[in-house]
């Protein structure tokens, strides 16, 4: 079964960091891209970050572009989303998503999500 876990959330003043983990467990993930997501209170879900597990390639939505790094931990099968010079409009329910990197753009399994709180 496979289970992804989102930890790292919290509650940070404008400026600061965090750093959100994925632990991605189930299956091998080397033909999947991982992904995180986010959902505003009274928003749509939007788009993040991606990176293929194989190869590290990433893309960035505009938003968050030079302020969020996505990475990849083969050995620990873990994803990572390193957030940096927060502001409130960050605030969100963070999700990870994993999909195949080959074929329509799609996510087929999501974690839970982590509430990330960023006050003025």
């Known amino acids: 079964q496979v289970q992804l876990v989102e930890s790292g959330g919290g509650l940070v003043q404008a400026g600061g960091s965090l750093r959100l983990s994925c632990a991605a467990s189930?299956?091998?993930?080397?033909?999947?891209?991982m992904a995180w997501f986010r959902r505003a209170p009274g928003e749509e879900r939007e788009f993040v970050a991606a990176?293929?597990?194989?190869?590290?390639?990433?893309n960035y939505a505009d938003s968050v572009k030079g302020r969020f790094s996505i990475s990849r931990d083969i050995v620990k099968n873990t994803v990572y989303l390193q957030m940096n010079s927060l502001k409130p409009e960050d605030t969100a329910v963070y999700y990870c998503?994993?999909?195949?990197?080959?074929?329509?753009?799609?996510?087929?399994?999501w974690g839970q999500g982590t509430q990330v709180t960023v006050s003025s």
């Open positions: 990176i293929t597990w194989t190869g590290g390639s990433t």
């Open positions: 998503a994993a999909g195949p990197t080959l074929g329509p753009r799609r996510y087929d399994y």
């Open positions: 189930g299956r091998t993930f080397s033909t999947y891209r």
